[in-house]
């Protein structure tokens, strides 16, 4: 099934990719985080909008689990420049043995791309920083934030 909706994602045209590392807190634990997200764009002159599917690893002292999530964002464009910034929403939820160890959290996130690697010609933001936040409701409510480092790009199809 992923592997057909990665296909229909390269198919449609444009495709986006951001790879991420950074510190996620939740509930007060601090963990280290790798992903990298997948999925479909669509960009303007001076916005753009993006679907992503999420994978990767969160980490603490206690051990390693997998980590899912699902992302939509809106895309800033200076029409000189690309991509300057995006904020948007993420619900994420981490795995471990074949079940899910904590329920799907909602966080709103922003990042800001400071120039390196960015191309005006594709939309590829390049490098930037990300921030978010949000809450985690089951089993138990907790705080949920974030702080990356993210490289995004992003590449067309069919032209």
């Not at 449609?12 to 999925?39: D, K, M, W």
Request: a neutral charge.
């Amino acid at each position: 099934m992923r592997l057909l909706l990665l296909l229909v994602v390269v198919g449609a045209g444009c495709s986006t990719a951001t790879l991420r590392t950074g510190v996620v807190v939740v509930g007060g634990r601090p963990a280290f985080q790798g992903s990298i997200e997948l999925g479909i764009s669509v960009m303007g002159e001076r916005r753009g909008v993006t679907a992503t599917h999420e994978w990767g690893v969160q980490a603490t002292d206690g051990g390693a689990r997998a980590m899912g999530a699902m992302n939509l964002d809106v895309y800033a464009n200076e029409p000189e420049e690309g991509p300057v910034a995006r904020a948007g929403v993420r619900m994420r939820s981490t795995f471990s043995e074949y079940r899910r160890d904590t329920a799907s959290a909602v966080l709103a996130r922003g990042a800001a791309f400071v120039g390196l690697g960015r191309e005006l010609d594709t939309h590829s933001g390049g490098l930037g920083v990300e921030i978010a936040g949000g809450m985690s409701f089951d089993p138990i409510v907790e705080p949920i934030f974030e702080a990356n480092l993210v490289f995004t790009g992003r590449w067309q199809t069919g032209r």
